[in-house]
């Protein structure tokens, strides 16, 4: 099992439309999530960190943590064709100061 | 607040030569980490470095090392260079204090070809 899971997708939708993109993550004792976006070409920019249980919201984002079943997910409402691009999740685990990222999964916003 | 830059943007190198890539993170920041990204890999972390020492290594051969000044710039450096070491290098900032909670901000990138 991969320590950090993402779909690869690409997941595709039309504009104006809810964005969700998931991550599910190995080691229980994680305590920090991040999501950062990437643009073609470009470097990880952050997004979104989360830490406890719930939801965390940020203008059109929203990042939902649910550590008993390893989860973390990002909700992009109002999804634009500028969202299109790689969203990468990482996550700290237990002791480390350094992030697992995931592979990362392509969005596409159609309009 | 200036982000972190990395000097060069773009290299191009033949196989056997060496490369060295810097980076300065933000103003305040302790903690220098280094990535290298390919489509077939994705991110994979290099080392960091805080307070001028090597606090954490990933799983790259001794050919890879890097160092890091005392106003918290650093470089990397690659010998021998060999094909497969095209990639996208990324240099992540941190105050490098918040332990698990470190939030890394990344640089550019150099992106790098050997040919």
């Known amino acids: 099992q991969k320590e950090v899971e993402q779909n690869s997708g690409p997941l595709s939708v039309p504009e104006g439309a809810i964005a969700s993109l998931n991550c599910t993550y190995s080691?229980?004792?994680?305590?920090?999530f991040f999501w950062y976006r990437q643009y073609s070409g470009k470097s990880p920019e952050l997004i979104m960190s989360?830490?406890?249980?719930g939801d965390k919201e940020d203008g059109r984002f929203t990042a939902q943590l649910n550590k008993a079943s390893q989860y973390v997910s990002l909700l992009i409402r109002d999804s634009q064709p500028s969202d299109s691009a790689t969203y990468l999740c990482?996550?700290?685990?237990?002791?480390?100061?350094?992030?697992?990222f995931g592979r990362g999964t392509s969005l596409i916003v159609h309009p | 607040k200036a982000g972190v830059t990395q000097t060069p943007r773009y290299l191009i190198k033949t196989r056997g030569q060496q490369v060295t890539l810097s980076c300065s993170p933000i103003?305040?920041?302790?903690?220098v980490s280094w990535y290298q990204q390919t489509p077939g890999q994705g991110l994979q972390f290099l080392f960091e470095?805080?307070?001028?020492?090597?606090?954490n290594k990933g799983n790259f051969p001794g050919r890879f090392s890097g160092r890091q000044f005392s106003n918290s710039r650093s470089e990397m450096n690659v010998s021998t260079l060999e094909l497969g070491d095209s990639a996208l290098y990324l240099c992540?900032?941190?105050?490098?204090?918040?332990?698990?909670?470190?939030?890394?901000?990344f640089g550019p990138g150099t992106r790098l070809t050997v040919l």
């Open positions: 992540a900032s941190s105050s490098g204090w918040a332990g698990e909670y470190n939030e890394q901000f």
């Open positions: 990482a996550v700290n685990k237990r002791g480390s100061y350094i992030p697992t």
């Open positions: 103003s305040g920041h302790r903690s």
């Open positions: 470095y805080f307070s001028e020492t090597q606090r």
């Open positions: 989360i830490y406890s249980n």
């Open positions: 080691d229980r004792g994680s305590q920090s």
